[in-house]
């Protein structure tokens, strides 16, 4: 493609119609008769190229082409999250108030769609402790000291005089340099920082593993993407999940037949139970609601309501009996609330 044709003439227009440059100049293919290039680089910022080229190989006659550009790594957007603010928060001014709605609270036996029920309660809990959004700050690494800086900005720089002068000494010095912050690191990391961490913890299992998370690098997830509406993909995990059973004992029956085999227990038998051994929701109890409640530690994460199991047992005596209700309410309407 170093001379006319036909080819040439379609990358050039393609390139022109789109903005594009050919950075590549020399030939890729050599053979002792023929020079050709063949593959191409197109950029639309020749600005943004910091060297571009052929590299020489023996491997085979079709060399490969390289390209560095001048990029920043891309700065990762912030995350936030919802949570309720307890700064505000006083326990006994919290049961007071809702002491004080008492008759909003009653309307809740009259009601019975479970969301309207909860709205008196979460709408009261809204100006004690409101729902905020908080930037989530990236992991934090406090045993690095300032004199450990300074040995990185040091090791960086030998770095960057290494990749202008290409000196063996210079190598070394960087080498050296490199292994110093990584003994540094590894030092203040064990030595003192984590150990004192430890230390201080050594009798909370749940600070233990906050800290050796915060040692571990973390590993991003992928969320799982449906191309279906998720209503309909819940329906239909329910469709197989309830059919799976009869249809296995029709494929059962069938192969039974083909083969002349006789079932002594027929697979398809109905079963009928007598209603006293058939399952049925029945309702709580506020003694069970208030056993379980009880059972439940504080320090777990709340659900999508935001609120969690610390504050419920600070105004539990004021909402135990409609608490219950809403429970009862749901078990009977077969709706769950929508936070």
Request: glycine share 2%; aromatic share 8%.
């Amino acid at each position: 493609m170093l001379h006319n044709g036909s080819d040439r003439k379609a990358l050039v227009e393609v390139s022109t119609e789109l903005n594009l440059q050919q950075i590549i100049k020399k030939p890729t293919r050599i053979t002792d008769t023929t020079q050709s290039l063949i593959d191409v680089i197109l950029v639309s910022n020749t600005a943004s190229v910091l060297e571009s080229g052929v590299l020489n190989s023996a491997i085979s006659d079709q060399l490969p082409v390289y390209v560095i550009l001048k990029v920043k790594a891309p700065k990762i957007p912030p995350s936030y999250i919802a949570a309720r603010s307890y700064k505000c928060y006083d326990p006994l001014h919290f049961s007071s108030d809702l002491a004080v709605k008492s008759d909003d609270l009653l309307s809740i036996f009259s009601d019975t769609d479970v969301n309207t029920q909860l709205e008196t309660f979460k709408n009261t809990l809204d100006l004690h402790a409101s729902v905020k959004t908080f930037k989530v700050r990236s992991r934090s690494n406090p045993f690095i000291s300032r004199e450990i800086k300074e040995h990185m900005k040091s090791r960086d720089k030998l770095h960057r005089r290494f990749l202008q002068t290409q000196d063996k000494k210079e190598w070394e010095a960087y080498k050296e340099s490199r292994n110093n912050v990584k003994d540094k690191l590894k030092k203040a990391a064990s030595l003192n920082y984590l150990s004192d961490e430890v230390e201080a913890d050594k009798n909370n299992s749940g600070s233990l593993w906050k800290i050796v998370n915060n040692f571990i690098p973390s590993k991003e997830k992928e969320k799982q993407v449906y191309i279906k509406d998720l209503k309909i993909l819940v329906e239909e995990f329910n469709q197989y999940f309830t059919s799976v059973g009869r249809n296995f004992a029709v494929m059962a029956s069938n192969l039974a037949k083909e083969n002349n085999i006789i079932l002594t227990n027929p697979l398809l038998n109905s079963v009928t139970y007598l209603l006293e051994q058939q399952f049925n929701f029945r309702p709580v109890t506020c003694t069970e609601v208030q056993r379980i409640i009880m059972a439940m530690p504080k320090n777990k994460s709340p659900g999508l309501d935001k609120i969690n199991m610390g504050i419920i047992r600070d105004c539990f005596p004021v909402i135990l009996d409609h608490l219950t209700h809403i429970i009862n309410s749901s078990l009977l309407t077969g709706a769950f609330p929508n936070e």
